[in-house]
């Protein structure tokens, strides 16, 4: 099946999904810093696979699933940090962690089929 859409993309459903929950959870947080980036970071991955998918390429197509992993990696990070310094419920942190897990491996998977 050839995807027509960007919306149709499993990776983008499911990080549209993270970056809706993180935005929830770190909508009252008073680290304005962590709260920002987080939210940044969570955008930067559905953003960049809408953005490469519409590019028609699939070596810019690549480029931009690359970026949307790193982002990915970030938004792990900063939820590690937050729950070390409790700043989120740590059973939340984890599911989101493990949330931007599966969407990086669904991520690498279509790297490779490009």
Do not use: H, Y
């Not at 931007?100 to 669904?106: D, R």
Request: charged fraction near 30%; aromatic fraction near 8%.
């Amino acid at each position: 099946m050839k995807i027509e859409r960007f919306e149709d993309i499993i990776a983008w459903q499911k990080s549209k999904q993270l970056a809706i929950e993180i935005f929830r959870i770190f909508e009252n947080s008073k680290d304005f810093c962590l709260r920002d980036q987080i939210r940044r970071a969570s955008i930067s991955v559905m953003n960049n696979i809408a953005e490469g998918f519409e590019r028609k390429s699939n070596n810019e197509f690549k480029q931009f699933l690359f970026i949307a992993k790193g982002s990915c990696g970030e938004v792990r990070s900063m939820l590690i940090l937050s729950m070390e310094l409790s700043l989120i419920d740590k059973d939340q942190g984890k599911k989101l962690f493990l949330l931007s897990e599966e969407i990086s491996k669904i991520i690498s998977g279509l790297i490779k089929t490009l």
